[in-house]
């Protein structure tokens, strides 16, 4: 198993920023496809972010479209969504995972590692 651990998550208002680290030992992120899921009480996984292996492209869902935004830090081999203009609907427990290949994509079976999560409550 790799071992991916989130952090960043909190508390804060609605219209407030958070940023989330995604932090790997043993692997390279940039050996892999990155993603960022999250799961809202009561309801299924759902696909937020991912970046692509070799050219960072990215796709985002619609939901967060224009206010989070993936990074890569390689030096740090460190993973970030930066979170603005947060609203109560982002609250959730929020995921980082690898999966081998090139592509972005938003289909979480296809991810094989993942982290333990990081809670994110956004308050109205």
């Known amino acids: 198993q790799v071992p991916l651990v989130e952090s960043g998550g909190g508390l804060v208002q609605a219209g407030g920023s958070l940023r989330l680290s995604c932090a790997a030992s043993?692997?390279?992120?940039?050996?892999?496809?990155v993603g960022w899921f999250r799961r809202a009480p009561g309801k299924e996984r759902e696909f937020v972010v991912s970046?692509?292996?070799?050219?960072?492209?990215?796709s985002y869902a619609d939901s967060v479209k224009g206010r989070f935004t993936i990074s890569r830090d390689g030096a740090k081999n460190t993973v970030y969504l930066q979170m603005n203009s947060l609203k109560p609907e982002d609250t959730a427990v929020y995921y980082c995972?690898?999966?081998?290949?090139?592509?972005?994509?938003?289909?979480?079976?296809?991810?094989?590692?993942w982290g333990q999560g990081t809670q994110v409550t956004v308050s109205s």
């Open positions: 995972a690898v999966r081998y290949g090139r592509t972005a994509s938003i289909i979480s079976n296809e991810y094989t590692y």
């Open positions: 043993g692997i390279s992120f940039s050996d892999y496809v």
């Open positions: 970046i692509s292996r070799y050219d960072d492209t990215t």
